[in-house]
């Protein structure tokens, strides 16, 4: 099946949100960043940040302290509380140089701080390092649960000895399964965390693919470890349903 994204999957661009109120100094961070490599999107206050993020999950976010709505602080603490996106990492930006200010930002959630001004090579590198620290499943770390392993560095799956045979969506799946084991994702969030939200696909097609992913685990009897959790969503469990 020609899936809408995410597929080629070998170069991975990584997203970065921005929510910085001052235009001029949002739009450098932006430039500087489109020109290190990475995609990135703008959000002018807390409010547009948060619906940002909800449309579509970037890998990171750097946050100004001084926004016109709710604190930079503040917008990093509500992300780090909620389940969705506690696990996003952020970078606080500050024109304050002040010792107390750097704790309570760390305090709050952050993943790291900078204070203004700063030279875009120090942001990228500070970003390269939170991103390294954010992601350390996605290296080349296996993965094994009752004799499936996620192997990442070659993208297969096995049973034992034997490969399943998978499509690169229903990889893509078990993959970040088997990475969030035991926990329930609805299928917004599926579609959220596996395609990516700005690609038009109905939740549908999660029914779809889990379909096809549990005949492939069917073979060697790893099917039951997708599970389907009624009116929720779906979870990868090696416990009983
Ligand atoms: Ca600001």
Known sequence: MASPRGDS??????QILVVEDE????????FGLRRAGFEVREAADALAARSAVANQR?????IDWMLPDTSGLEL????KRDRDTAELPIIMLTARAE??????GLDGGADDYLTKPFSPRELVSRINAVLRRAAPAEADDNVAF???TLD??????LAGERTVPLGPTEYRMLAFFMTHAERVYTREQLLDRIWGGNVYVEERTIDVHI????????EFGYDRFIQTVRGSGYRFSTRAE
């Open 76 to 79: 990093t603490r509500q992300f």
């Open 99 to 104: 010792e107390a200010d750097k704790i309570a």
């Open 211 to 218: 379909r096809r992913l549990r005949k492939a685990l069917e």
């Open 152 to 157: 990442q560095a070659s993208q297969r799956v």
């Open 58 to 62: 970037p890998d990171l976010l750097i």
């Open 9 to 14: 999957g070998h170069m991975i661009v990584k």
């Open 146 to 148: 009752n004799g499936l």
């Open 23 to 30: 235009r001029p100094i949002r739009e450098m961070l932006a």
